[in-house]
């Protein structure tokens, strides 16, 4: 029998810091906000990428605060669109946020939940995968996570272990057999080599009914302290979200629900993704080999080795002299200058820099 | 017998580009203007230098038009001090222009002739050893060079060979036997561990006569060029300067007196020199060594790794993860990173954005 199509909504996570982008990525111009890949920021390419398979009027947003004024002016969103968080509490509170919205605009919602912050090439095969994620998710009531067909044995990504088919009804889906934390590099060559597990893009697909039923069932302190906001109708007050979400406990949807309910499907898909988490992985996104640079704006004037990223914000021509496999971040009013393969560890520049009290460029 | 203390005029010779210092140094602002060790810029020490032993008005600087003004203001000479040449010709034809015009104001002067942009600490011990050379220069007539003892096995400078001591009335003084070109690694440890090399620091000491004789015998084209200029009395008109200079011939005074006349003595001396003429010497002189980074301005706020010499002209915080042995010279509209040791290659940056007509950054 064939069914209607569901009507999906979209809700972009911009909560996150990057701080491994630092300097080009600020607590006030976080990650989602940089043109990373091509003329766009990643937010504008994500709200995009919503926009394609959502309603009309079905592209959310949750934010803190501080990027607020910044995401309305970026996505064009209505103001009821934009989910400001009083605090920050991680991805469950943020996700069960948004199903509770949705719930209220729309009871027979899906829902999509996107990082603000990843590369998404091809939204047309995007789209598609999604639609059919959505039609799972309706017919089963699964939460359906979108997994990434590994190119390369990375270790910067969680795995998913695929388990038996999700059945005739649906076809291309799995039960998910297990979550795997991000591998080293002799586990990561084996789950390539052997199959049958998919890169974890943090792209859900599922019922605002049935992520909230999940929540109520592994995550009770955080369903409880939001239940308030279930009857708040179309109009949430910001006294009462700031009540509730004050009391809500800090967890990723990933521990908190993924990891532990037994209804997690997974629809393998076979485009390109990446989180551009670091300059490393923005580097591989982007071409850099040995021998092979790449410039994101700024302007590489002289690099006799090559494999290296320069990220010129202020347009100054940059020379490499004998250089090789190195990050360099011209930020303006600071400058990064980075092994690639020590990308992780930017953060330890940030965490010292904070600790010294400079705000100025953190 | 006791003689009274020669009248010494010093000409400082400012001609140099510094390319290698590049992108701190350019056209319009070559090295003798950069701070690179202490407050002072290169060519405010050397002036000190030259004050310190020089009668009074005698401080010369032979330069180019395009830096005769910046000159003026930091030296504070007077204009007719300032010996500006119409074209670049090299050293033999400063030396012989300076030397032409200081037999003008004093037929008995000893001339010092020292570049614009080294470096000495010391400059009581400079003064002392200049004033026993120009003793030796009036009584023998001879051109001597002061030769540093090497501390290191240096490749990047060129050494003198000590000849025969110069004699019972000039105690200190030896006969130059050769001078050597900057040497492979090999020869330069053995030129340390034999002794009797000393560095060719481009210094010179002799009477404005007999640098004048010698510069006849060996280099004719230049003295013929020049010899309009002989009789021009105290106001040299810039007309035939002009004529005069665009027709001598171009050659450092090295090859073509230095290396060619018999009259050539050297003055050893222990006092610390160095022409800073890279970033990897300047790197030395800052002592900056593996594990050891140095910032001259700008603030170093991370390196886990050490041995870097960031020049941070914007004052602009540098973090650096994972480098090591490496210069980040922050010059404000031009961004470098090279390794140290291939110090040397960076003229190839400038060569290359020439070629490329990159006026705005060289």
Not at 59 to 87: K, M
Request: with cysteine; hydrophobic share 45%; net charge positive.
């Amino acid at each position: 029998m064939p069914t209607a199509a569901p009507r999906i909504h979209a809700v972009i996570l911009a909560g996150g810091a990057g701080e491994r982008f630092w300097p080009a990525s600020r607590s006030a111009i976080p990650k989602p906000f940089l043109r990373v890949v091509g003329n766009r920021t990643l937010l504008e390419a994500t709200t995009a990428r919503a926009r394609r398979v959502a309603t009309r009027s079905g592209v959310w947003v949750v934010c803190g605060a501080e990027h607020a004024r910044a995401i309305r002016a970026a996505t064009q969103l209505p103001p009821a669109r934009v989910l400001v968080e009083p605090v920050r509490r991680d991805t469950a509170a943020a996700v069960a946020l948004a199903a509770l919205r949705i719930e209220a605009a729309d009871p027979e919602a899906v829902m999509l939940v996107l990082p603000a912050d990843h590369h998404i090439p091809d939204v047309g095969a995007f789209a598609t995968d999604v639609r059919r994620a959505a039609v799972a998710a309706v017919a089963s009531g699964a939460l359906v996570t979108l997994g990434v067909a590994p190119t390369r044995p990375e270790t910067g990504y969680g795995y998913i272990q695929r388990g038996d088919a999700a059945g005739p009804d649906h076809p291309g889906l799995f039960r998910v057999r297990r979550f795997v934390e991000k591998p080293d590099p002799a586990r990561a060559r084996r789950y390539l080599r052997q199959g049958g597990y998919l890169w974890n893009a943090g792209i859900f697909v599922w019922t605002a009914r049935a992520i909230l039923a999940e929540i109520a069932r592994y995550m009770p302190e955080l369903s409880n302290a939001l239940e308030s906001l279930r009857n708040a109708g179309r109009r949430l007050s910001r006294t009462a979200l700031d009540a509730a979400y004050r009391s809500a406990p800090s967890a990723p949807i990933d521990t908190g629900v993924m990891e532990r309910s037994r209804r997690v499907w997974t629809l393998p898909v076979s485009w390109h993704w990446s989180d551009v988490g670091t300059w490393e992985s923005l580097a591989q996104e982007l071409g850099v080999a040995t021998g092979q640079s790449r410039a994101v704006a700024g302007e590489l004037v002289f690099d006799d080795r090559g494999g290296n990223l320069v990220w010129g914000q202020t347009g100054r021509p940059v020379a490499l002299v004998g250089i090789e496999g190195v990050a360099v971040i011209d930020a303006g009013d600071a400058l990064l200058v980075a092994r690639l393969d020590r990308s992780n560890d930017i953060r330890e520049v940030v965490k010292v820099l904070k600790a010294n009290g400079r705000s100025d460029v953190t």
